[in-house]
C-alpha cells in the first residue's frame, strides 16, 4: 500500500535549523502535489507548504522566507527546510500527497522549538 514515511523531527532551539524529509512509496511521485501539514496541541491541523508536479510553491503566511519545501523525484522524497524558527513551529509535521480525488498521510514527526 502507498507509504508516506516522515522523519528528521525533535528538538531545536529557536533561531535554530531543522530539516525534516518525507519518502513516498508506491505512488506515482511527479504527479502529486506533495504538502507538509502541522497541527499543535489543542489546534487544527493546518497547512503550511505544498509543492506541485511543476515544483511551483506555496506557503503558508506564518513561514514565509523562513521555510523552504523541495522535493527529489528520484528519490520519491519531499524535504521541508525550517530556518529561523520560533516556539510557535512547535507541532505534529504531516506528510501528505494528494493527486485528483486520492490523498495519502504520513504518520507525523514532532518538532519541538525550545531553548
Known amino acids: 500500500q502507498v507509504q508516506l514515511v516522515e522523519s528528521g523531527g525533535g528538538l531545536v532551539k529557536p533561531g535554530g535549523s531543522l530539516n525534516i524529509s518525507c519518502v513516498a512509496s508506491r505512488i506515482p511521485f511527479t504527479v502529486y502535489t506533495m504538502g507538509w501539514y502541522r497541527q499543535a496541541p489543542g489546534k487544527e491541523r493546518e497547512l503550511v507548504a505544498l509543492?506541485?508536479?511543476?515544483?511551483?510553491?506555496h506557503y503558508v503566511d506564518t513561514v514565509k522566507g523562513r521555510f523552504t519545501v523541495s522535493k527529489d523525484n528520484s528519490k520519491t522524497t519531499v524535504y521541508l527546510q525550517m530556518n529561523s524558527v520560533k516556539p510557535e513551529d512547535t507541532a505534529v509535521y504531516y506528510c501528505?500527497?494528494?493527486?485528483?480525488?486520492?490523498?495519502?498521510w504520513g504518520q507525523g514527526t514532532q518538532v519541538t522549538v525550545s531553548s
Open positions: 509543492i506541485e508536479g511543476d515544483d511551483s510553491t
Open positions: 501528505h500527497a494528494k493527486f485528483l480525488s486520492l490523498e495519502y
